[in-house]
T-cell receptor, first 112, second 111 residues
Framework: DQQVKQNSPSLSVQEGRISILNCDYT??????FLWYKKYPAEGPTFLIS?????DKNEDGRFTVFLNKSAKHLSLHIVPSQPGDSAVYFC???????????FGQGTRLTINP | NAGVTQTPKFQVLKTGQSMTLQCAQD?????MSWYRQDPGMGLRLIHY???????DQGEVPNGYNVSRSTTEDFPLRLLSAAPSQTSVYFC??????????FGQGTRLTVV
């Protein structure tokens, strides 16, 4: 049972435009959500997070939106840059330091 | 500042061999976990621990053992390696309601 789903395996965006990555979850008990970025041959690195008490969190070019009623979150990257080309994973957890459940990942390619 | 350290980085095993993947963190995080990454499958949780002496199974625990005798270390043991365990393995540590920090990964091939 895939509790966190990223339905787009890949996304291609032109440099300077907005990249929107989507993630859906099924467990309404999840209360903390994170996005990770992964380059080949490296471990995932944290990008941005959001608590279920918020519906938006911004950090520079990155914004995460949370729609609890739809059990959906999205990551917006504006403007997209070539260095943003990577695999992006969303993750969710319920309660404190409990286990993180990851989606399948979306490979983002930024074209010049 | 080492963060999360995994060893080895690469390993080739023959079917039936055993080995231990090492993971150590220096951030005093209570929560540690092991994931495997396979194409199209994302990061799947193998085992996790919420503190020294406490471990639990994740989504794909079969064929793997763990123990947590100290806060810093969380080794993952393959008792009898199988080709299906060919994967990239990541260890992570985390504190309450913060991001998880990942190691650089161990690429394991079982032939």
């Amino acid at each position: 049972d895939q509790q966190v789903k990223q339905n787009s395996p890949s996304l291609s965006v032109q440099e300077g435009r907005i990249s929107i990555l989507n993630c859906d979850y099924t467990n309404s008990m999840f209360d903390y959500f994170l996005w990770y970025k992964k380059y080949p041959a490296e471990g995932p690195t944290f990008l941005i997070s959001i608590s279920s008490i918020k519906d938006k969190n911004e950090d520079g070019r990155f914004t995460v939106f949370l729609n609890k009623s739809a059990k959906h979150l999205s990551l917006h990257i504006v403007p997209s840059q070539p260095g943003d080309s990577a695999v992006y994973f969303c993750a969710a957890s319920k309660g404190g330091a409990q286990k993180l459940v990851f989606g399948q990942g979306t490979r983002l390619t930024i074209n010049p | 500042n080492a963060g999360v350290t995994q060893t080895p980085k690469f390993q080739v095993l023959k079917t039936g061999q055993s080995m231990t993947l090492q993971c150590a963190q220096d951030m005093n995080h209570e929560y540690m976990s092991w994931y495997r990454q396979d194409p199209g499958m994302g990061l799947r949780l193998i085992h996790y621990s919420v503190g020294a002496g406490i471990t639990d199974q994740g989504e794909v625990p079969n064929g793997y053992n763990v123990s947590r005798s100290t806060t810093e270390d969380f080794p993952l043991r393959l008792l009898s390696a199988a080709p299906s365990q060919t994967s990239v393995y990541f260890c992570a540590s985390r504190h309450d309601y913060t991001e998880a920090f990942f190691g650089q990964g161990t690429r394991l091939t079982v032939v």
